[in-house]
């Protein structure tokens, strides 16, 4: 997130050099009007997830999606405000995580800089909802979300991006020059990661591989999918082009990449699905998680790649939603409602890779396989930190106090077991 500016080679490596953190920057008008409607546009994601989510659902278990989604967000405020942004951004102890501005009093540069982080912390922690959907109870989602906005999410943005904040590279990931601009890793890879734990811990949905159940759990809503994805790519602009964290001549650039990217995504989502799927015709779920997929993987290097790099991104990002969703829940067995693993997780990795693979030479100062070394090392410090210490996590509550509904409870819809809203009341629109 956000470009820094001197770009040295040091011990066969890419380092950052130190410079004027957003602390030091003049919050002119024109920057503080981006940046709040940025921070508007990637609120507005919630929204475009919600509808994803309820879409790709039971309509019996939508309103708990639903539910979830805005939980999760106000959960997401609170602990991000009290701890969690001063564990990412607070003074480092040993570039692992920050030991202060905790439950801070907000004004001028840090009140716009802690709300745009707010919002990816937000979106971080909305990727699991709708992957264990149908089967998980509402009280421990809370836990989870609780998690992953306090702690998971925190205390890896500080190793990869806790030197935006007062422009020394404190985290240990960044003092090495791992770049993400604006979250392949940090918040998608995250978010993909904490979800297969929570997948795996749960488990599928009831006969979910049974044969000849499996037409129970398509989804209720393409229409609501279809809105909840505009939304996204809408919110998304905001998502990359904010985290320039100013205004300049990169915008527009940074905005043609990524809806290049998503673009070809799900172009090449449309055609692999329409050649490979057994019915011969293109899968409109596939459709939309390539769209999806190609905006995670150009999301990471936006900045530093051309307009062909960002087409290559999107068009590979939207062949691995088809291929690795398929693999994962058809093959692993591995039961995501909404691919968030693959969308998130997976392509995430992708456009971390991308990064040192595309990126123009004119940001590079040393050679680019050392670069990808870095980037490699993040990735796998992200599923490590992201996805064992979740898993972790999920198993004890598991064992203490199970994280998923009675089968009696999943038949019945989570609408009425969680919520005590009855069958007439469901309807999605």
Not at 19 to 40: M, N, V, Y
Not at 255 to 267: D, E, K, P, S, Y
Request: hydrophobic content about 50%; some cysteine.
């Amino acid at each position: 997130m956000g470009k820094k500016i001197g770009i040295v080679y040091i011990f066969g490596m890419l380092n950052l050099q130190a410079g004027d953190g957003f602390k030091e920057q003049s919050l002119d008008p024109s920057t503080l009007s981006f940046l709040l409607i940025c921070s508007a546009l990637v609120f507005a994601m919630q929204a475009g997830f919600m509808c994803l989510e309820c879409g790709m659902s039971r309509k019996i278990d939508s309103i708990n999606v639903a539910v979830k989604n805005i939980s999760d967000f106000l959960i997401s405020a609170a602990t991000f405000w009290i701890i969690g942004f001063g564990i990412m951004f607070g003074y480092s102890f040993y570039g692992v995580l920050g030991s202060s501005m905790f439950a801070s009093s907000l004004s001028g540069n840090m009140a716009i800089f802690f709300l745009f982080q707010l919002m990816f912390c937000g979106a971080a922690a909305t990727i699991t909802s709708g992957a264990i959907s149908g089967r998980a109870k509402f009280s421990t989602y809370i836990i989870m979300s609780a998690v992953i906005s306090a702690v998971i999410y925190p205390i890896f943005g500080h190793w990869a991006w806790g030197g935006l904040w007062d422009g020394r590279n404190t985290g240990w990931l960044e003092s090495l020059g791992f770049l993400d601009f604006a979250g392949s890793t940090v918040v998608h890879s995250v978010g993909g990661w904490v979800a297969l734990a929570a997948v795996i811990v749960i488990g599928p949905r009831k006969d979910r591989y049974k044969e000849g159940a499996r037409k129970n759990y398509r989804p209720s809503s393409y229409i609501l999918v279809y809105i909840g994805l505009f939304i996204l790519m809408f919110g998304w602009f905001g998502f990359n082009a904010g985290s320039n964290l100013q205004v300049d001549s990169s915008l527009p650039v940074i905005v043609v990449n990524t809806i290049l990217a998503g673009a070809f995504g799900g172009l090449s989502a449309l055609f692999y699905s329409w050649w490979t799927d057994k019915s011969k015709t293109p899968n409109p779920a596939q459709i939309a998680n390539g769209v999806l997929g190609g905006l995670v993987g150009i999301t990471g290097c936006c900045f530093w790649v051309s307009q062909f790099s960002s087409v290559v991104i999107g068009l590979i990002a939207g062949i691995i939603t088809v291929a690795g969703s398929r693999f994962i829940e058809e093959r692993l067995k591995i039961d995501d409602v909404v691919s968030a693993i693959t969308v998130h997780g997976i392509c995430g990795v992708w456009g971390t890779i991308a990064t040192a693979l595309f990126m123009k030479s004119t940001f590079l100062a040393g050679p680019r396989i050392n670069f990808l070394g870095v980037q490699l090392l993040g990735i796998l410090a992200c599923f490590i930190w992201s996805f064992g210490i979740s898993y972790l996590i999920f198993k004890f509550l598991h064992a203490s106090y199970s994280l998923r509904v009675s089968e009696e409870d999943e038949e019945a819809g989570l609408n009425l077991s969680e919520h005590n809203i009855s069958p007439p009341e469901n309807s999605i629109l």
